[in-house]
T-cell receptor, first 113, second 112 residues
Framework: DSGVTQTPKHLITATGQRVTLRCSPR?????VYWYQQSLDQGLQFLIQ???????AKGNILERFSAQQFPDLHSELNLSSLELGDSALYFC????????????FGPGTRLLVL | GQNIDQPTEMTATEGAIVQINCTYQ??????LFWYQQHAGEAPTFLSY????GLEEKGRFSSFLSRSKGYSYLLLKELQMKDSASYLC?????????????FGQGTELSVKP
């Protein structure tokens, strides 16, 4: 158990819908990272927040957005969902923003039908 | 550009030693991570190299050569439970933000 929690574990929805994935970092960690893992793409970095501020951005679609709240939990919002958005979404956390070990949550499995 | 290459799959025998290689090209490179991932589960941290050389941790060792853009993960005394995907990830830090750039993973099958 890494100490990172994610909800929900599984999500099934339809194309065109919007969903919110939630992540709570390990106690004391200020950085949260979001990754997408699909079968053909491997783990892809989406976005990083540090203490409420966006710090790094990867290949995140415009239909996706994220934020980190004052209590340091983070939410990833996915809208206008397409079949290709079906994937495992992982959240990871680390104490600071420079490159230390990132600890991953159990993931949210999203299925878009 | 940013690129991480590692073999797609490997097979080894229980009790043996296996070496998984990784080459990388990353801007803002800070260090090299190895993670283990069982199917459908979260990646779990195995090792981190920031300086050149070998880091040993029990049955697992990892090596880094920054000048060659090369790393390997060495697994000794293989056990059946070591069957998993092994992910090489380069850490990249710039503009006060950091991320991990992952390879596609090496699927290791350990056979009796």
């Amino acid at each position: 158990d890494s100490g990172v929690t994610q909800t929900p574990k599984h999500l099934i929805t339809a194309t065109g819908q919007r969903v919110t994935l939630r992540c709570s970092p390990r106690s004391g960690d200020l950085s949260v990272y979001w990754y997408q893992q699909s079968l053909d793409q491997g783990l892809q970095f989406l976005i990083q927040y540090y203490n409420g501020e966006e710090r790094a951005k990867g290949n995140i679609l415009e239909r996706f957005s994220a934020q980190q709240f004052p209590d340091l939990h983070s939410e990833l919002n996915l809208s206008s969902l397409e079949l290709g958005d079906s994937a495992l979404y992982f959240c990871a956390s680390s104490p600071r923003t420079d490159t230390e070990t990132q600890y991953f949550g159990p993931g949210t499995r999203l299925l878009v039908l | 550009g940013q690129n991480i290459d590692q073999p797609t799959e490997m097979t080894a025998t229980e009790g043996a030693i296996v070496q998984i290689n990784c080459t990388y090209q990353t801007s803002g490179f800070n260090g090299l991570f190895w993670y283990q991932q069982h199917a459908g589960e979260a990646p779990t941290f195995l090792s981190y190299n920031v300086l050149d050389g070998l880091e040993e941790k029990g049955r697992f060792s990892s090596f880094l050569s920054r000048s060659k853009g090369y790393s390997y993960l060495l697994l000794k005394e293989l056990q059946m439970k070591d069957s998993a995907s092994y992910l090489c990830a380069a850490s990249s830090f710039y503009n006060q933000g950091g991320k991990l750039i992952f390879g596609q993973g090496t699927e290791l099958s350990v056979k009796p």
